[in-house]
C-alpha cells in the first residue's frame, strides 16, 4: 500500500514539474516569430510533449501489467552535488572534441557553420541563453528522457536511440560528419543519464555545451569580419 503511494507521488511530481516546463514553448513561439526561430521552438515544444505522452502511457501500460518500463520510475529529476562534476566533465569533454574536430576535419567543420547560420545568425547575445536552454531541454526530455527508458536504461538501448538522434542531426548543410558527432556527443549523454538515472544531468550539459558553441561561434564570426 506504502509502494503504491509513493510510486503515484513520484508519477505526480514528474508530470507537475514537466506540464509547468511546458508552458515555456507557446510563449516563446510568439516572442520568437519574427526572429525566423519558431520552427525550432516548435521542434522543441514537439519533443516535450512527446515526453509527456511517452510518460503517461508508459506508466499506464506498467500499472496494467504490460511489459513495459514506466518512464517515470527509471528516469528521475534527482540533483546531487557529485552530478555537477559530472556535468562539467562532460562539457569540458564535448567543448574540447568539438573544437579539435573543427580545426582538424573540414568537412565537420562545413556543417558546423551551415547549422550555425542557419539558427544563430538573426539573434540577439541574450537570445543565445534560450536558444541553448530549449534544444538542450526538449531533445533530452525525448530521448534520453522518453526512449532511452522506453528501451531500457542500459548500452545496447543507448547506441540504438543515439544512432537515431545522429540521423536526425542530417539535412540543412549538415552532412554525414555531422551526424556521427551528434551521435557521439548523445552517447556521452546517454552514458550520463544511465549512470546517475537523472535528466537533469544529460539537460545542464547538453545546454551548457550549446551554449559555449554559439558564444564561440559568434565570437570567431565577429572576428573574421
Not at 534560450?130 to 547506441?159: I, Q, T
Request: charged content about 15%; glycine content about 6%; overall charge negative.
Amino acid at each position: 500500500m506504502n509502494m503504491c503511494i509513493i510510486d503515484v507521488e513520484i508519477v505526480d511530481e514528474t508530470r507537475h514539474v514537466a506540464t509547468s516546463v511546458f508552458r515555456l514553448p507557446v510563449e516563446l513561439l510568439l516572442y520568437y516569430q519574427g526572429k525566423n526561430y519558431h520552427c525550432k521552438i516548435s521542434t522543441d515544444a514537439f519533443e516535450f510533449y512527446s515526453f509527456l505522452a511517452n510518460l503517461q502511457a508508459s506508466h499506464f501500460a506498467s500499472t496494467e501489467g504490460l511489459p513495459v518500463a514506466d518512464c517515470s520510475v527509471e528516469i528521475s529529476w534527482d540533483f546531487q552535488m557529485w552530478h555537477l562534476e559530472l556535468i562539467t566533465g562532460l562539457v569540458i569533454i564535448v567543448s574540447s572534441c568539438r573544437y579539435l574536430l573543427l580545426k582538424t576535419w573540414p568537412d565537420f567543420a562545413e556543417s558546423s557553420e551551415a547549422a550555425n547560420r542557419q539558427v544563430l545568425t538573426s539573434l540577439e547575445p541574450l537570445d543565445y541563453i534560450v536558444v541553448s536552454f530549449l534544444p538542450g531541454v526538449g531533445e533530452e526530455f525525448l530521448f534520453r528522457g522518453a526512449l532511452l527508458p522506453l528501451f531500457g536504461a542500459n548500452w545496447p538501448s543507448a547506441l540504438a536511440v543515439d544512432a537515431v538522434f545522429g540521423i536526425l542531426h542530417l539535412g540543412s548543410g549538415r552532412k554525414y560528419s555531422f551526424a556521427i558527432w551528434a551521435t557521439f556527443v548523445g552517447l556521452a549523454y546517454g552514458y550520463a543519464t544511465i549512470s546517475t538515472s537523472s535528466i537533469i544531468v544529460p539537460m545542464a550539459a547538453h545546454a551548457l555545451n550549446n551554449l559555449i558553441r554559439g558564444i564561440l561561434w559568434r565570437y570567431t564570426s565577429s572576428s573574421s569580419k
